[in-house]
């Protein structure tokens, strides 16, 4: 069994274990750094990237994250993309782990929040796409995969290597298919380790 951690310092951290459980993984809120120790993957959840990280470094966990994102699979979803990203529009970034730029908030004020379908690479059906408040991947580096756009060409999906990144919330609709596609990547690590 893979022993899923998912950031519990802020945001719907406990709707990602939920899934996980679901799928047949053993989910771990991880709010010390020891318990990075025995995980085969890490969830970064949405939230409020700045909360995020500020209680991160408060906990003394904010290197420690770097450290296993650098090396282990982890999945950012919305604040959690803001968090793995090199670059992010206007301020410093925060992790810098994953050659992406994003630009927080993308959608304005008027559409915080929408839903959408979205076609992804690799899923036969498109997935209903929660976007709440969200970023928007501006640019992806030579070695990351583009993984799903919107239909105005905006990237919302990507992968590098061990490190995912959505804009959206998969874990606020039932469709499973996007964390047993992280638990794939999480496969193939343990793997080759
Ligand atoms: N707007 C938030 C941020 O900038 C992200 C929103 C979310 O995770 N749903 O961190």
């Known amino acids: 069994m893979l022993n899923i951690g998912v950031l519990a310092l802020q945001g719907d951290f406990a709707e990602h274990a939920a899934m996980l459980r ?28 700045t909360t995020i990280s500020r209680v991160a470094r408060a906990s003394g966990l904010y290197e420690p994250l770097r450290e296993f994102a650098a090396r282990k699979p982890t999945w950012g ?34 559409i915080d929040s929408f839903s959408t379908e979205l076609l992804v690479e690799g899923f036969e059906r498109p997935l209903r ?4 408040r969200a970023p928007i991947i501006e640019s ?10 919107l239909p105005d060409g905006r990237i919302v ?5 061990h490190l995912l990144a959505t804009a959206f919330h998969p874990e606020l609709t ?9 638990l794939d990547i999480c496969h193939q690590q343990r793997v080759m380790a």
């Open 140 to 149: 992806v580096g030579a070695g990351v995969r583009v993984l799903a756009r």
């Open 77 to 110: 979803t919305c604040a959690g993309a803001i968090l793995l990203a090199k670059r992010v529009t206007g301020q410093e970034a925060h992790l810098g782990v994953m050659d992406i730029a994003v630009t927080r908030n993308a959608f304005g004020r008027q």
């Open 157 to 161: 999906a990507a992968q590098q290597g």
């Open 22 to 49: 679901q799928i047949g993984a053993n989910p771990i809120e991880v709010r010390k750094a020891e318990q990075l120790a025995d995980l085969h993957g890490l969830i970064i959840p949405g939230g409020e990237s």
């Open 129 to 132: 796409a929660v976007f709440i």
């Open 174 to 182: 039932p469709d499973t298919r996007l964390h047993t596609y992280f």
